[in-house]
């Protein structure tokens, strides 16, 4: 019964089964290729914005990243060696012997000293403020 299903033809009208939605390849009017131009410009002009922002955002964590990697050796230099470079407060002393020694106000320890000029090894008679002080160097 079967085979006699596939071979025989109805006479009935064609039916309905039900519908549904794909996608099939349609041509457009000219109006709608006009909007697809339109569109094409929009999407590149969107691309360039968001390649510029990807840039700025890439600069931004590549700084980030950079500074977090100088903290992070300062730390093992210090870590490894006992020591790190930072700012104290220090006093210019005229010494008895015509130099000037740096002294750290904290420790006491003598940084470096130098011959001192002609300026430094003046008497001030009447001034008993000190010198103003040079930049380290």
Same mark, same amino acid.
């Given at each position: 019964?079967?085979? *006699? &299903?596939?071979?025989? #033809?109805?006479?009935? +009208?064609?039916? !309905? =089964? ?5 996608? @099939? %390849? ?32 890439? *600069? &931004?964590?590549?700084? #980030?990243?950079?500074? +977090?990697?100088? !903290? =992070? ?5 210090? @870590? %490894? ?57």
């Amino acid at each position: 019964m079967a085979d *006699d &299903r596939k071979t025989k #033809k109805t006479d009935t +009208a064609p039916r !309905l =089964l039900g519908r549904h939605r794909e996608e @099939a %390849t349609v041509t457009l009017t000219e109006y709608e290729i006009q909007e697809r131009r339109i569109g094409v410009m929009k999407q590149i002009d969107e691309i360039d914005k968001i390649e510029y922002e990807k840039k700025e955002t890439v *600069d &931004r964590f590549k700084s #980030k990243l950079s500074e +977090a990697e100088t !903290l =992070l050796r300062k730390y093992k230099r210090a @870590a %490894t060696d006992g020591k790190e470079l930072r700012e104290v407060e220090v006093d210019m002393i005229l010494t008895r012997h015509n130099t000037v020694e740096y002294v750290r106000c904290d420790t006491g320890e003598v940084l470096r000293s130098r011959p001192a000029s002609e300026t430094e090894l003046q008497e001030r008679l009447f001034d008993n403020t000190p010198p103003q002080e040079k930049a380290f160097g």
